[in-house]
């Protein structure tokens, strides 16, 4: 399954934040109406399908990797984090993948649902999951807004330097950057995703569902 729906991997350009984030999910820096978010969302199972309005930004520092979703979603089925991890799977949340790209390596995954509760793993293809992981120092949030929800991560150097990531300008990662939109707590998700990995069924632990960041120059 490594090469499952594999194709032109979607390229982002990550630029370097100018000032600062505070990763509190109200995303209210000046840096989110400088830059255009990634709005290329689809619905994995009909890519035609509409799907609820979805933005994305990435930004690096010398200090770490920020990245933020603004989810439009009049009624976010999400629970208060319950210090199980697993209570994340059956919500509404967003999802960042990043992969070094080399067949072998284990890709690192971050889940945060609508009202702030993590479930961070890694894994290798094809579905060998290691919750025991989780990025040090990571700082996650999320806040309520009118017709939806918002999420702040960062991911500081020392984090990514562990997982294999250099921050730098020019250095590129494979990233998948997906959002799990339920009706209901438990139903039936929609699986919205960056780029379309092409599966029979929606399905993003294929190297296909991943995109590439770019890291660019002051």
Not at 3 to 9: F, H, S
Not at 125 to 133: E, V
């Amino acid at each position: 399954m490594f090469g499952a729906g594999a194709q032109g991997p979607a390229t982002l350009r990550v630029p370097p934040l100018a000032g600062a984030v505070t990763p509190d999910g109200s995303l209210d820096e000046p840096c989110y109406a400088a830059n255009t978010p990634l709005t290329a969302f689809v619905d994995a199972a009909d890519p035609k399908a509409p799907v609820p309005a979805t933005r994305a930004w990435a930004f690096w520092s010398d200090d770490g990797l920020t990245v933020a979703f603004d989810c439009n979603d009049p009624s976010p089925a999400a629970a208060a984090p319950s210090g199980d991890e697993k209570d994340v799977d059956p919500q509404d949340r967003v999802e960042l993948f990043l992969w070094s790209g080399k067949e072998g390596a284990p890709y690192y995954c971050v889940e945060i649902a609508a009202k702030g509760a993590i479930h961070d793993y890694k894994a290798r293809f094809y579905r060998k999951f290691d919750d025991g992981w989780s990025p040090e120092g990571l700082v996650a949030k999320a806040s309520a807004k009118k017709g939806g929800y918002a999420v702040e991560a960062f991911f500081p150097r020392r984090a990514l330097e562990a997982m294999g990531f250099p921050l730098r300008p020019g250095s590129t990662w494979r990233a998948g950057l997906f959002r799990a939109d339920f009706d209901r707590l438990g139903g039936t998700p929609t699986w919205i995703t960056w780029v379309d990995p092409r599966t029979e069924k929606p399905d993003f632990h294929v190297a296909g569902a991943f995109g590439t960041f770019e890291l660019t120059g002051r």
